[in-house]
């Protein structure tokens, strides 16, 4: 496997379930993030972990709840979500340095909440 | 006024043709910028980074004016593969390191 991948590609999730996204990157960077892209808007960041500790979190509801557990693996856990929150969520990481807006993204799960 | 703003067409060029996108934005301390392309239903992918006031890569041109606060992307001899959405991208450092706020991004279509 090479750079970053994602998985489950696409879910549906009715309110009350609770499931895990998880992402996974293979390019030795040490910050990894979580974005969400809505129709019509710009990429919203979520969650910065940098070194695996979360230096980042936008004021995202707790029923978004984030796990780093290494450099290489970022989970986004999901529970009670509203149909609001059916999004495309993409996984990035970096290197931290000079050059670390160079982000490298996955292919996103698609999100859909009914 | 939005951190980072982009017209969001489309702009409907025919092959051949030279396009120019203008991105703006608000934060003065912003350190880099970038553009990203993201074709439809795919994730962004790096196009180009912008360090100083500006940089060239084959058809591509990227210009950065930071007293105007823009940055600009130049798109010569364009292809039909050239259509997807670009997206300007400011990096503004904060304490956690890396922060990337995101345009709402530009759709190109380039048409035979």
């Known amino acids: 496997e090479t750079g970053v991948t994602q998985t489950p590609r696409h879910l549906v999730m009715g309110m009350t379930n609770k499931k895990s996204l998880k992402c996974e990157q293979h390019l030795g960077h040490n910050a990894m993030y979580w974005y969400k892209q809505s129709a019509k808007k710009p990429l919203e960041l979520m969650f910065v972990?940098?070194?695996?500790?979360?230096?980042e979190n936008n004021s995202v509801p707790s029923r978004f709840s984030p796990e780093c557990p290494n450099s290489s693996h970022l989970f986004l856990h999901l529970h009670t979500l509203q149909p609001e929150d059916s999004a495309l969520y993409l996984c990035a990481s970096s290197q931290e340095g000079p050059r670390g807006g160079e982000q490298f993204f996955g292919p996103g799960t698609r999100l859909t909440v009914l | 006024r939005k951190e980072v703003e982009q017209d969001p067409g489309p702009f409907n060029v025919p092959e051949g043709a030279t396009v120019a996108f203008n991105c703006t934005y608000s934060?003065?301390?912003?350190?880099?910028f970038f553009w990203y392309r993201q074709d439809c239903r795919k994730e962004p992918k790096l196009l180009m980074s912008v360090y100083s006031s500006g940089n060239e890569d084959g058809r591509f041109t990227a210009q950065l004016n930071r007293a105007s606060q823009y940055i600009s992307l130049l798109i010569r001899d364009s292809k039909l593969s050239d259509s997807a959405t670009y997206l300007c991208?400011?990096?503004?450092?904060?304490?956690?390191?890396?922060?990337?706020?995101f345009g709402t991004g530009t759709q190109l279509k380039v048409e035979l």
């Open positions: 991208v400011v990096n503004g450092l904060t304490g956690g390191g890396n922060k990337l706020t």
């Open positions: 934060n003065s301390a912003s350190q880099s």
């Open positions: 972990y940098n070194f695996k500790e979360q230096t």
